[in-house]
């Protein structure tokens, strides 16, 4: 499932391409694909606008338009592809033809994936419950432990939650707590502040390296719009390891279930 380095991914090489085109005409919309307001709606108002801007926040992706925002979530298998040409195939749910001749294609085998077509006022209303963005300089390690101090769950499950903190999924959760030997099952009051210091820069690096590698790809589910596949796979650390040695110690990578996910540890480096 993307997460944010590689919606990250998508939207930085969606963005050169996209910016001052203009939808002209949305050929294909499956109605299931749509959140709101409804496939019809999204047919009749999307031509003729222009693409002002290509935005991120938490997991999904933004089309700012004049005075209205495609909202896409990739969910488990979405992928976004600009192309000229577009290729026959079951999975495409969603065409938008471009007056570049360019067309931006979604294409969902898993059908998870979902579409919004808002205002300014609905955008932030439904954005209002994400947490924080990992780089948002108002978050520090001061204003996080005191966000900790309030949880009781596990730090795994509570890194998932895009209510507490925005854009961390399953893989980077787990490369996340391995490089600052956090156990995925610690209570997330128990942390002192050093480490909830060390927590933060973790999310930050990871996430930074990751989006520098292009985003992970793991059974050719994701890629860039181009459909150039990420290059962080390489990099992980835990995720994907299971059975092999731990990069710091040598321990075999254990596999465990931490809040019904997969979750891949060295069990002598995390505590
Ligand atoms: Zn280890």
Redesign the pocket.
Known sequence: MPELPEVETIRRSLAPLLIDDVVRAVPLLEPHAVAEPGPDAIVALLPGRRVIAVNRRAKFLVLALDRLNLVVHLRMSGRLKLVQTVEDSRYLRAQWNLESGHVLCFYDVRRFGRIWLADDARLAELFAPLGPEPFDPALTADSLQRRLEQRTAPLKSLLLNQHFLAGLGNIYVDEVLHVCNLHPRRQANSLEIGETSGLLDAIRSILRNAIANGGTTFDAVYSDAAGKPGRHREHLAVYGRTGEP??????PIQRIVVAQRGTHI?P???H
């Open positions: 731990c990069l710091a110690c040598g321990t060295c002598r480096c995390q």
